[in-house]
């Protein structure tokens, strides 16, 4: 049996401002081509069925020795795969290189992320000289980085004002549904 490689792939990100430090976006897009040196690279929708993400570590540019940002351990960052992809969500705690990661994906000097992982099930098209993920075995880190290898997504800061107004619009919709079911009782 062939050891697994570990490999690495970027996408999107984007920070969220309220009293804390929260970044999410999406370190996967589901079915979104990467294409590099005449190399293309899809993950597929059913990747991470199964996938281990028992312990995955938010990183800078997957950087062993730069401090980790968040950990899926201690619950400071959640994965959620959804039809769209693998999306994260992050709470960074109060220390100088998190302030300053943060600043960054707010002012969008990083605006993108990245993936490292084990794969155990691809196909390859040689004719068109592309790799389709179908099943990635484990999960290490999502990283926000500086060079993006998938470059489809985008990454941007919300104010808090537009937080705090995308809030109310959702519990003002939540108040019409508790309405209706009341009513329809």
Excluded: W
């Amino acid at each position: 049996m062939e050891k697994a490689i570990k490999e690495v792939r970027l996408t999107e990100l984007r920070a969220l401002e309220d009293d804390k430090m929260v970044v999410e976006g999406y370190a996967v897009v589901f079915d979104s081509p990467a294409t590099h040196y005449d190399y293309t690279e899809i993950v597929d929708r059913n990747a991470f069925n199964g996938c281990d993400m028992s312990d995955v570590c938010f990183k800078y540019n997957h950087e062993d020795n730069f401090l980790i940002l968040a950990r899926t351990r201690n619950n400071s960052l959640q994965l959620i795969v959804d039809d769209k992809g693998l999306k994260i969500r992050a709470e960074l705690i109060d220390t100088t290189n998190n302030r300053d990661i943060y600043k960054m994906i707010k002012a969008k000097l990083l605006d993108k992320m990245s993936f490292a992982f084990t794969v155990d099930k691809e196909e390859y098209d040689y004719d068109t000289n592309t790799r389709r993920i179908l099943h990635i075995d484990k999960l290490y880190d999502v990283s926000v980085v500086d060079v993006p290898f998938y470059s489809t997504t985008e990454i941007y800061a919300r104010s808090k004002e537009d937080y705090l107004k995308e809030k109310r619009a959702k519990d003002l919709q939540l108040e019409k549904e508790k309405i209706k079911l009341m009513l329809s009782l």
